[in-house]
Each structure stands twice: as C-alpha cells, then as structure tokens.
C-alpha cells in the first residue's frame, strides 16, 4: 500500500482549492492512499477570544491548561475536522474524522507539565485502525489530540504528529500543504533543500516571514521519522501529469 500522510495547517483548510483535489484525485489513480492529520489555530484562537481565555505560548508550543484543552478539542473534532472530511467526501473521497486519541492512535506523553500544561510528544503511534480504514480506500482525518498512559488527552503539535504517523505507516511522502508552491529562491522554486541548506537561508533572509515556521515544522516531522516531506500549495496542482510541485526535504 502506497500511503501519503497530508499535514494541513489550520489557516489553509478553508483555501484548500479545486486543484489541490485534483492533485489527489490523479495520486488516488496512480494507486495512493492518504491519511490527513491538521491543526486549527486561528479557530482555536478565535475561540480562546469568545470565552476570554487569553491565549499563552511558550517556545512556540501553546500552553495548554485543562480548560484550554477542552477549548481545543472542541474546535479541533468538533469543527475544524468535520470540515475537513466534508471537503473530501464532498470531491468523492471516503473520510472519516478522527481525534487521535480514538483507538489509541496518537498516544504521548507530557513535553513538561508545569510550563507547558496539557502538552505531550508522541511517544507511540498505533496505525492499526489507520490500516483497517486505509485497507477500505477510506481516509482517516486525524487531530493531533493524544493520549497518554493515564487515560488522559494531551494536546500534540500537528506538524510533529503528522512525522510521527508518516514515520509508523512507513509512508511514500509527508506533505506539507502550505499557501505557496514551495522554497523559493528569488522568483524560483527550490526543487530539493537539505536541513543544513534551510538553515543556512533562513540566517541570510532568502527563507523569511510565514515560510520560516513551515520549514522548521518540516524539520521537526524529518526529526520524528518521516523519510521524504513535500513542502508544497494547497491553492494550485501539487501534482499533475505524474509530475510533483513543490520543495522535497530529505532523500
């Protein structure tokens, strides 16, 4: 089974183009599955402001209080996911949303409890419900809340549990779904990048602003495993005529 694992952040789910589902829709014929995992900040965001919950972070993970937690969760499963497997059924993909702690897909443990709160690290992924659904051309749409030995949720980085389910299905690719067609090198697009090469253009300004954090995500998912990461558009094809678009980070 040929498995993709698809990282959309919150801010670019709702700009998810028809292009970008034709992408899918010629991998899907070339014999590819896919799990999708996503995050949901400016949802969550908008949330914390609705209840006046002030909205902490601490070196760029957000501090999770149990409230905050349950103000995720709720827009994560409750919102942000069933959006997501809508726009897939609605372009004739099967989905199912799925918060990863179901099943024990995503489970962790705490990063650092007392400055972090609620925060976990993947420490186990188990892909057999991943492998039930992917084995009946069905897509799971996983959240990255997680769970730890207790029986407790935690909040998880998305773009480090993606890694981490790419990593564990032994995945083709991971691709990060992003608003741009990939690294840029002026008015050009960087076909491969290595590590060293993305932190090298980030200290001379040629990687800046809102790609910054997309590279250094696609960093942290190589550091938990993924073998191949695609940094690449959700608004244009990412692939098309057995060709990818993108930037490939890793071997």
């Known amino acids: 089974m040929k498995t993709i694992v698809i990282k959309c952040g919150g801010s670019i789910i709702s700009r998810l183009s028809e292009n ?3 992408s899918l829709a010629e991998l899907r014929s070339e014999g590819y599955s896919f799990v999708f995992v996503h995050g949901g900040g400016p949802d969550i965001n908008d949330m914390m402001d609705k209840f006046e919950v002030p909205v902490q972070f601490e070196k760029g993970l957000r501090k999770t209080t149990r409230e905050t937690l349950e103000i995720t969760e709720m827009v994560l499963a409750g919102k ?15 989905a199912v949303g799925l918060n990863g702690s179901d099943g024990g897909i995503l489970q962790a443990e705490h990063i650092d409890q007392e400055s972090l709160g609620e925060v976990g690290r993947i420490i186990k992924v188990d892909t057999s ?16 809340i997680s769970i730890n030995k207790a029986g407790n949720k935690l909040n998880v980085n998305a773009d480090t549990a993606a890694g981490a389910v790419a990593a564990a299905l032994h995945a083709e690719l991971c691709i990060f779904i ?12 960087i076909e491969r990048i290595t590590e060293p090469e993305i932190h090298q253009m980030i200290d001379t300004g040629t990687i800046y602003g809102g790609m910054i954090p997309k590279v250094k995500a696609a ?5 938990e495993g993924a073998s191949k990461i695609l940094i690449t558009s959700g608004v244009s094809n990412f692939f098309s005529n057995s060709k990818w678009k993108g930037t490939f980070l890793g071997a």
């Open 20 to 22: 970008f589902f034709a």
């Open 80 to 94: 942000t996911n069933r959006y997501l497997a809508h726009k897939l059924q609605s372009h004739h993909f099967k």
């Open 129 to 144: 419900l991943l492998e039930v659904l992917l084995s009946n051309d069905v897509c799971p749409v996983l959240t990255p």
């Open 178 to 189: 992003t608003d741009v067609d990939g690294i840029k090198d002026g008015s050009s697009i």
């Open 219 to 223: 960093i942290q998912a190589k550091h």
